[in-house]
């Protein structure tokens, strides 16, 4: 029997990606779920956002402007290291040997964009899960 993965307790998560489209849309769902959902249009804006507040789910885009996904991800394992196994990386792009070798070597999920609400929280679930 398939657990529903809409019912886990509501998360505090921090959406960082570049394409407003992408972020509205991920972010309406999500708290359409009951999840409370912050945005940053790139990492450096992220990281005044972790700041601020404790998040429990990271969705972070892999490449963008200013602090791109694997810079932000090689500070918040020295500055939030318990965030770390709780990062889903996103990407619009086929994945450059760099970033494949990047996402295997620390054991990251990526969702690829386009991807269906479904995809999503079955991504969110597994993360939680592991960690």
Not at 6 to 26: H, N, Y
Not at 100 to 110: D, K, N, V
């Amino acid at each position: 029997m398939q657990e529903d993965i809409t019912s886990q307790a509501p998360l505090t998560i921090l959406i960082i990606d570049d394409e407003p489209g992408v972020t509205k849309g991920m972010a309406r769902l999500l708290r359409r779920d009951g999840h409370t959902v912050d945005t940053a249009e790139n990492g450096r804006l992220a990281l005044v956002q972790l700041q601020e507040r404790r998040y429990d789910l990271l969705l972070c885009d892999l490449r963008m402007p200013e602090l791109s996904g694997p810079d932000l991800y090689q500070i918040v394992m020295r500055h939030y290291p318990d965030l770390c196994q709780r990062m889903i990386f996103l990407t619009g792009d086929l994945l450059s040997p760099a970033s494949q070798a990047f996402l295997e070597q620390h054991g990251l999920s990526c969702l690829f964009k386009p991807f269906h609400a479904a995809e999503l929280r079955r991504a969110i679930h597994q993360v939680l899960r592991a960690g």
